[in-house]
């Protein structure tokens, strides 16, 4: 590969792109999270829905945010300096390519919550994760769920796990141990109350990747293996397999090697969720329901948050859920749905739509495993750019090839108690 731009322009394109710290799901958490779900709980248990109000640190969005006029003009610079020699280089060249078209619809999502603007917002999700499209949700709706069942084979120790109980030192020390066990030194597992899920940050403000963990989370041992099989062995891994392709692919002295932790994560998830949810499966036995895709698909026909959080509570309620696990679900769901909106009296269709990528990523991601397991450990990126990698590479192998972290902790670990 010929790169004729020098060394330290590349570096500093990265710090004015803020290339490497850039989180969709970090950026659009919203300041009021906590309280906000304490009061919508409170209300649904009396079977009042009033349209939340959501609040977004302008200060961290204005951080991880630039213009796109830079972006363009990076783009430019950068790809017209690099001239292709191998399959590799072009593979590099092609997710170069496409992860800045990504970040330059990222880049809209931030600005357009930034300035409150539900339209744009909506078109800048639209762009990173497409729409649910009526065939989508029919299949979703209507398909029946793959057979249930857990490929942990001894059912006294599921039984075992299910009844022990877990809290955030005991997940950050065994989050450690499932680390330990893959290989994986430069991730930090972090407890805070920053964090309203538990969720692996390959970038993040801070410019360090982070395992989070809320500091009231209490899981059972069951749920503990199977956040050991998605966070770690699934996104973690997948992202350091990434990284390590970009490590083996690029000269020691390739001015493009600060960009590997960019290049490794596709900013549109569904390979990233598809791959996380089938190790679920795995471990609980459950596969992925369609209910994100119902609410996603009832919120971009709707226009409040309040019409979405009736829907998801009456919903749960005729499914045989009690009402205070009817209020959580609907807390959750409807979160999930309408976060990055700015006004849910009046959300215009709007829905975030990642989260359809969890059940239509898992379909997909069983297909492609059928075709080469290699898609398994390099989901970080998009089903193209793992295909390209594939193909760059006559004997392509995961630096972290170890599937079994969570039927390790499993069995090796858990069974102690």
Not at 32 to 40: D, L, Q, R, S
Not at 168 to 176: R, S, V, Y
């Amino acid at each position: 590969m010929k790169i004729t731009i020098p060394p330290e322009e590349i570096t500093a394109w990265l710090k004015r792109l803020k290339l490497n710290r850039l989180n969709i799901v970090e950026a659009i958490t919203p300041t009021n999270i906590f309280g906000a779900k304490e009061y919508f709980i409170e209300q649904a248990l009396q079977s009042k829905f009033p349209n939340i109000q959501l609040q977004y640190d302008r200060r961290k969005l204005s951080k991880c945010c630039v213009e796109d006029s830079t972006i363009s003009i990076a783009k430019q610079h950068i790809l017209d300096n690099i001239i292709p020699e191998s399959p590799a280089d072009n593979t590099v060249y092609e997710i170069l390519h496409n992860r800045l078209n990504q970040l330059h619809f990222a880049n809209n999502l931030v600005h357009s919550v930034l300035s409150k603007s539900t339209q744009s917002t909506k078109d800048a999700v639209h762009a990173l994760y497409g729409i649910v499209e009526q065939n989508e949700f029919t299949e979703a709706a209507r398909a029946p769920r793959t057979h249930d069942h857990s490929q942990l084979t001894d059912e006294d120790l599921i039984k075992k796990l299910k009844n022990q109980k877990f809290n955030a030192l005991d997940i950050a020390f065994f989050f450690q141990q499932a680390l330990n066990y893959c290989g994986i030194k430069n991730w930090r597992v972090d407890i805070g109350p920053q964090y309203s899920s538990i969720d692996a940050r390959d970038l993040n403000f801070d410019g360090e990747p982070t395992l989070g963990i809320p500091q009231d989370r209490v899981v059972d041992g069951l749920k503990l293996a199977s956040l050991v099989g998605h966070e770690i062995n699934c996104h973690i891994r997948n992202v350091e397999n990434s990284r390590a392709w970009f490590d083996d692919n690029l000269d020691a002295d390739n001015p493009l090697r600060p960009l590997i932790p960019f290049l490794s994560k596709s900013f549109s998830e569904k390979e990233y969720e598809g791959v996380a949810k089938i190790a679920d499966h795995y471990t609980t036995g459950k596969s992925p329901t369609p209910d994100y895709i119902v609410t996603i698909s009832f919120a971009q026909n709707v226009n409040s948050w309040s019409q979405v959080a009736k829907h998801c509570y009456y919903n749960a309620l005729a499914k045989g859920k009690t009402p205070e696990q009817a209020a959580q679900r609907a807390w959750i769901f409807t979160y999930r749905t309408l976060r990055g909106v700015s006004d849910t009296a009046n959300t215009e269709g709007y829905a975030f739509t990642k989260d359809a990528g969890y059940l239509l990523g898992y379909k997909r991601m069983q297909k492609l495993a059928e075709l080469n397991p290699l898609y398994l450990d390099f989901a970080s990126v998009t089903e193209s750019d793992a295909r390209a990698f594939i193909g760059a590479s006559s004997e392509l192998a995961p630096r972290y090839p170890d599937r079994k972290a969570a039927t390790w902790i499993a069995e090796n670990l858990l069974s102690r108690f």
